[in-house]
């Protein structure tokens, strides 16, 4: 598709387990970024690509939180060892140019930890 | 102080009312802004950059005050396809493209 493409769409995991969340930008875009939105708030800045560089990582809540980007396109955000308070919309965006442009959201990867 | 703050409402407007969504940022050295709105259980959509000297679409006018540190949104008429969430967003010069939402403000038009 043309658009900015999250999978899984939905995941619930045990609290201690491991979860993988994928985000595929849209062609040509050279920033990605992640975000996460809980329940009722607003978005939370997590980390921001531009290119396979991670610029800023400041988002990042704890050390078990992780993500990578290869080949300039796909983007991986891993958890680990999952936590309650980890349940949340994590959201994907790639943007053309990585400056201050507009940025195309994915439909979310909806995390529930039991 | 959150970097970027908003009244997160809810604004309960009839249709056809005029209403106004204020948003004020921490630091000076933002450069860029935007408006954003996200419908419910939706990703969040651009809705409109923000430029110094005020710019307006349609019903929509967005305003900045830089010496104040706030931006505005005012949405003329509104219509029941206005109901959803709007978000201020503002890149900081020195934080590269990095963007950050402020937590919304829900508007609810009602018939």
């Known amino acids: 598709g043309a658009g900015v493409s999250q999978s899984p769409s939905n995941k619930v995991t045990e609290k201690g387990k491991d979860v993988e969340l994928r985000c595929d930008p849209i062609?040509?875009?050279?920033?990605l970024y992640w975000y996460r939105q809980s329940l009722g708030q607003g978005l939370e800045f997590l980390i921001y690509?531009?290119?396979?560089?991670?610029?800023?990582k400041s988002g990042l809540p704890s050390d078990r939180f992780s993500a990578e980007r290869t080949g300039g396109s796909v983007s991986t955000l891993t958890i680990q060892r999952t936590q309650q308070e980890d349940s949340a919309v994590y959201l994907c965006?790639?943007?053309?140019?990585?400056?201050?442009?507009?940025?195309?959201f994915g439909e979310g990867s909806r995390l529930t930890v039991l | 102080r959150k970097e970027v703050e908003q009244d997160p409402g809810p604004f309960n407007v009839p249709e056809g009312a005029t209403v106004a969504f204020n948003c004020t940022y921490s630091?000076?050295?933002?450069?860029?802004f935007f408006w954003y709105r996200q419908d419910c259980r939706k990703e969040p959509k651009l809705l409109m950059s923000?430029?110094?000297s005020g710019n307006e679409d349609g019903r929509f006018t967005a305003q900045l005050n830089r010496a104040s540190q706030y931006i505005s949104l005012l949405i003329r008429d509104s219509k029941l396809s206005d109901s959803a969430t709007y978000l201020c967003?503002?890149?900081?010069?020195?934080?590269?493209?990095?963007?950050?939402f402020g937590q919304g403000t829900e508007l609810s038009v009602k018939p």
């Open positions: 923000v430029y110094s």
């Open positions: 630091n000076s050295a933002s450069q860029s």
């Open positions: 062609s040509g875009h050279t920033a």
């Open positions: 690509f531009q290119g396979n560089s991670a610029p800023d």
């Open positions: 965006a790639s943007s053309f140019t990585g400056g201050p442009g507009e940025l195309f």
């Open positions: 967003v503002v890149n900081i010069y020195n934080q590269g493209g990095k963007l950050i």
